[in-house]
């Protein structure tokens, strides 16, 4: 074999693995995003059956009300909160991306 086809080979090898090692390196620096993603991900889906189902959500509030009616607004007072700085947070990431 060609001494040149040798070398190329030989540095192709060495470059095969480091590419490996830096995927695996990378994979491991990206397993706590993938964790944070996937409980991303839970909570999305916990939203989208909420949406399916506002019966659920009406029949919640209207428990909340007749049980305790101070109570209820103040939780709907924290949630208005949570939902206005929700929103905030979408429009400020809507802006950067």
């Known amino acids: 074999m060609n001494s040149r086809l ?16 830096q995927r695996l390196r990378l994979a491991d620096h990206a397993a706590p995003l993938e964790r944070a ?13 909420l949406k ?9 509030v209207a428990a909340l009300v007749v ?3 101070k109570r209820a607004w103040r939780w709907a007072s924290r949630g208005l909160f949570v939902w ?10 809507a802006k950067v991306g």
């Open 84 to 93: 206005r700085g929700w929103q905030g947070i979408k429009k400020s990431l």
């Open 37 to 49: 993603l996937a409980n991303g991900d839970r909570v999305l889906d916990w939203v989208d059956w």
């Open 67 to 69: 049980a305790k009616p």
């Open 52 to 60: 399916h189902h506002p019966a659920v959500v009406g029949a919640g």
């Open 6 to 21: 040798l070398k190329l080979a030989t540095r192709h090898g060495a470059l095969q693995a480091r590419i490996d090692a």
